[in-house]
């Protein structure tokens, strides 16, 4: 497969959750009905802790992702959301198998 995954880890600051998640979900369905190279793109929230928020998405190939940060929607989605961002945590993978119903 080959393809580039990203899972990033929020903390997001008390109080803070709701608008978070508005923003990132707009970034989300923009990503995926813009870019081409943009195949996923999940937001989850931590059932016991609503504070933690994480983001799973997939692309083509490294390219595909590094063009996504150039993007306008990206650049307004980081705007909008850096007061609410306590923490985060980014770790990149290389897909090796993927199963979907």
């Known amino acids: 497969m080959g393809n580039f995954v990203l899972v990033v880890e929020f903390e997001v600051k008390p109080g803070e959750s709701e608008r978070f998640l ?26 016991k802790d609503p504070h933690r928020i994480a983001l799973y998405e ?12 150039k993007t306008s929607h990206v650049e307004a989605f980081f705007a909008a959301a850096k007061p609410f961002i306590a ?15």
């Not at 009905?33 to 793109?41: N, S």
């Not at 985060?88 to 979907?100: D, L, Q």
């Open 22 to 47: 508005a923003l990132i979900a707009e970034n989300a369905k923009a990503s995926v009905a813009t870019e081409p190279g943009c195949l996923q793109f999940d937001v989850v929230r931590d059932e």
């Open 58 to 69: 997939v692309y083509r190939d490294a390219a595909s992702f590094e063009a996504h940060g």
């Open 87 to 101: 923490a985060g945590k980014v770790t990149r993978f290389e897909r090796v198998a993927a199963n979907a119903k």
